[in-house]
């Protein structure tokens, strides 16, 4: 399966500040995901975007998503300490038989 | 939710011996299970899909003889990892899709082959 990309590779930011991701994709897909994963553990979903969403939020947490760059962001605001992990995105392509194909994933930083 | 109980989750091996990874849905049924592989500091590597009943499909590049993946159970599917060595070291993590659009994820096997 073919990985998306994410920049920025690598975010650090201060507590308070908001916290911005960006997920290119390859495919047409049904649906994208954010997961986020402390070092070492598993995955946690955050939130799902279907293909004929635009903009989707969760607490703190923004996605949008545009089919025709095939793009997605995440936002996440008034950061926290606690928010410090790698996030990444993921696609269920159409025709995939529910396989996620996830992107290279975004570590952030979020000092105190 | 869905919860997926993956064991072990830490495991240090000899080179050479085989170890088996289990998964299993605590709450659901799972007729497919999907087995990602992860490098540090890389993302998630999808390296098959099982099917509960049926063989496995492997992605491209993954041997199915080393990577042996059983889904005899629609509440168990196993990844045993054979002949291991060194490279074969990684954080391995299953998933099970749920409803029409959600997965759960293992927390995650990290194998060490010395």
């Known amino acids: 399966s073919q990985q998306g990309e994410e920049d920025p590779q690598a975010l650090s930011i201060q507590e308070g500040e908001n916290a911005t991701m960006n997920c290119s994709y390859k495919?047409?897909?049904?649906?994208l995901q954010w997961y986020r994963q402390n070092s070492g553990r598993g995955l946690v979903h955050l939130i799902l975007i279907r293909s004929n969403e635009r903009e989707k939020h969760s607490g703190r947490l923004r996605v949008t998503l545009d089919t025709s760059k095939k793009s997605s962001s995440l936002l996440i605001t008034a950061s926290r300490a606690a928010d410090t992990a790698s996030y990444f995105c993921?696609?269920?392509?159409?025709?995939?038989?529910?396989?996620?194909?996830f992107g290279s994933g975004t570590q952030l930083t979020v000092l105190p | 939710g869905a919860v997926v109980s993956q064991h072990p989750s830490r495991v240090i091996c000899k080179s050479g011996t085989s170890v088996k990874i289990e998964c299993r849905s605590l709450d659901f049924q799972a007729t497919t299970m999907f087995w990602y592989r992860q490098f540090p500091k890389q993302s998630l590597m999808l390296m098959a899909t099982s099917n509960e009943g049926s063989k496995a499909t492997y992605e491209q590049g993954v041997e199915k003889d080393k990577f042996l993946i059983n889904h005899a159970s629609l509440t168990l599917s196993t990844l045993t990892v054979t002949s291991a060595h060194p490279e074969d070291s990684s954080f391995y993590i299953c998933s099970g899709p749920q409803g029409a659009y959600g997965y759960t994820f293992g927390s995650g096997t990290r194998l060490t082959v010395v």
């Open positions: 993921a696609t269920d392509a159409r025709g995939s038989a529910r396989q996620l194909t």
């Open positions: 495919t047409s897909i049904n649906n």
